[in-house]
């Protein structure tokens, strides 16, 4: 197994490998980019089928979190871990402390949230072994909900915003009454975006391949069910897709009907050229990393003990920095994802830039 040839290397800091026979813990943590402050991502428990697989997905999903992090604007780093195993059957409350106690070595450089196969009772037990876990404390959210740690009521919100935003830019306009929208699953953030839309006023259509899932949109917001074939080529004018990535594809975008999508799930292009390939077909992409960020913008500020109304305010930023990619997309007539990219970097790598100036500056002070 390749690590510094690895393809999706990229200049990562620091890599560990923890490996407890005990309770059968195996994992991987990357910290990807530490320029702005220390590297915040989720810690994901999956089969990996190899350890290429779990190597593979910790070092994209942990680049992934510097953009992220950077483009909102935000002291955080990115960084992420993987647990190898089944959630369901090997997870017990020693191993996560076992994965606590490795956590705790890091010494902060790294901090854990909860991701697919972990929750936030998970990350308190990890806890007891180190203060290097967020999302977990209890406080008033930033919609002055009681929050559990919870970054989807966040999430949501931010998309909505973002969505609101790509809707004013494309289609001209601020309200957002009769506007069609397609959601592709309705779960934790999915659901909350449609019961914002539905608050404005939109008309929505949702498919959920959970059944339930699907009928509480139908029920509680008068959502019309699609098919699974149907719900990414409704014609409607915004898609969001709240379920997986890379459902933007050779296959979806060709049949897209939509002008505008806009929504939560990570990684949504399958390959880097879907981003010109929508660009091409007239379709505004308003980057998944980028309006995707209401969550990593709440854990940040659960750790400060910041107002719920810093919060939201931050969070409402995400429509700023949509209409700066749009604008700057448009005047350079390139694709919104390219874009988003760009600008992720200039922020990160700024900071960097500043570290690598001190030393120096050291040198001539004494
Ligand atoms: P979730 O598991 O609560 O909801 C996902 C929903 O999608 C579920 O209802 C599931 O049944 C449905 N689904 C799965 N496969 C589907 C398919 N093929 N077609 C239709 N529906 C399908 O997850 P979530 O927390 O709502 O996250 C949704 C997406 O947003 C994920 O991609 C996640 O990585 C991303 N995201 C979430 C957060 C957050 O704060 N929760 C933050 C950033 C990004």
Same mark, same amino acid.
């Given at each position: 197994?390749?690590?510094?040839?690895?393809?999706?290397?990229?200049?990562?800091?620091?890599?560990?490998?923890? @490996?407890?026979?005990?309770?059968?813990?195996?994992?991987?943590?990357? $910290?990807?980019?530490?320029?702005? !402050? %220390?590297?915040?991502?989720? @810690?994901?428990?999956?089969?990996?089928?190899?350890?290429?697989?779990?190597?593979?997905?910790?070092?994209?999903?942990?680049?992934?979190?510097?953009? +992220?992090?950077?483009?909102?604007?935000?002291?955080?780093?990115?960084? +992420?871990?993987?647990?190898?195993?089944?959630?369901?059957?090997?997870?017990?409350?020693?191993?996560?402390?076992?994965?606590?106690?490795?956590?705790?070595?890091?010494?902060?450089?790294?901090?854990?949230?909860?991701?697919?196969?972990?929750?936030?009772?998970?990350?308190?037990?990890?806890?007891? /072994?180190?203060?290097?876990?967020?999302?977990?404390?209890? /406080?008033? !959210?930033?919609?002055?909900? %009681?929050?559990?740690?919870?970054?989807?009521?966040?999430?949501?919100?931010? $998309?909505?915003?973002?969505? +609101?935003?790509?809707?004013?830019?494309?289609?001209? /306009?601020?309200?957002?009454?009769?506007?069609?929208?397609?959601?592709?699953?309705?779960?934790?953030?999915?659901?909350?975006?449609?019961?914002?839309?539905?608050?404005?006023?939109?008309?929505?259509?949702?498919?959920?391949?959970?059944?339930?899932?699907?009928?509480?949109?139908?029920?509680?917001?008068?959502?019309? %069910?699609?098919?699974?074939?149907?719900?990414?080529?409704?014609?409607?004018?915004?898609?969001?897709? @709240?379920?997986?990535?890379?459902?933007?594809?050779?296959?979806?975008?060709?049949?897209?009907?939509?002008?505008?999508?806009?929504?939560?799930?990570?990684?949504?292009?399958?390959?880097?050229?879907?981003?010109?390939?929508?660009?091409?077909?007239?379709?505004?992409?308003?980057?998944?990393?980028?309006?995707?960020?209401?969550?990593?913008?709440?854990?940040?500020?659960?750790?400060?003990?910041?107002?719920?109304?810093?919060? /939201?305010?931050?969070?409402?930023?995400?429509?700023?920095?949509?209409?700066?990619?749009?604008?700057?997309?448009?005047?350079?007539?390139?694709?919104?994802?390219?874009?988003?990219?760009?600008?992720?970097?200039?922020?990160?790598?700024?900071?960097?830039?500043?570290?690598?100036?001190?030393?120096?500056?050291?040198?001539?002070?004494?």
């Amino acid at each position: 197994m390749n690590v510094f040839s690895h393809p999706e290397f990229d200049n990562h800091e620091h890599l560990s490998f923890f @490996c407890d026979p005990e309770t059968g813990l195996k994992a991987i943590v990357a $910290t990807h980019n530490t320029s702005r !402050g %220390p590297a915040l991502g989720g @810690c994901r428990m999956f089969p990996y089928a190899t350890d290429e697989e779990a190597l593979r997905d910790v070092l994209r999903l942990s680049r992934g979190m510097t953009y +992220k992090s950077a483009l909102a604007n935000l002291d955080l780093g990115g960084g +992420k871990s993987v647990i190898i195993g089944n959630p369901r059957k090997h997870k017990t409350e020693a191993l996560l402390e076992a994965m606590g106690k490795h956590l705790e070595s890091l010494g902060g450089q790294y901090i854990a949230a909860e991701d697919s196969g972990t929750s936030v009772p998970d990350l308190k037990v990890m806890g007891r /072994r180190t203060q290097h876990v967020a999302g977990i404390a209890e /406080r008033i !959210g930033f919609d002055g909900q %009681p929050s559990s740690g919870d970054p989807s009521p966040a999430t949501a919100y931010g $998309t909505f915003i973002g969505l +609101k935003a790509a809707v004013r830019h494309k289609l001209g /306009r601020n309200d957002l009454k009769g506007l069609k929208v397609a959601i592709q699953g309705v779960g934790n953030v999915g659901f909350r975006l449609a019961r914002h839309l539905k608050e404005a006023g939109a008309q929505l259509w949702v498919y959920d391949i959970f059944a339930d899932n699907m009928q509480r949109a139908v029920d509680e917001l008068g959502a019309t %069910p699609a098919s699974a074939g149907d719900i990414l080529h409704l014609p409607v004018d915004v898609v969001a897709p @709240c379920a997986m990535g890379a459902v933007l594809n050779d296959e979806s975008i060709p049949q897209l009907k939509a002008t505008v999508v806009a929504g939560a799930a990570n990684n949504l292009l399958e390959r880097p050229d879907h981003d010109q390939a929508l660009k091409d077909r007239g379709i505004l992409y308003a980057p998944d990393f980028a309006i995707n960020a209401g969550g990593i913008i709440d854990v940040f500020y659960e750790r400060n003990g910041a107002s719920p109304e810093t919060v /939201r305010a931050h969070v409402d930023t995400i429509g700023d920095t949509l209409m700066e990619i749009f604008t700057r997309a448009d005047r350079s007539d390139r694709p919104t994802g390219a874009i988003a990219n760009e600008m992720a970097e200039e922020r990160f790598r700024k900071h960097t830039a500043h570290i690598e100036e001190i030393p120096e500056r050291l040198t001539q002070v004494g």
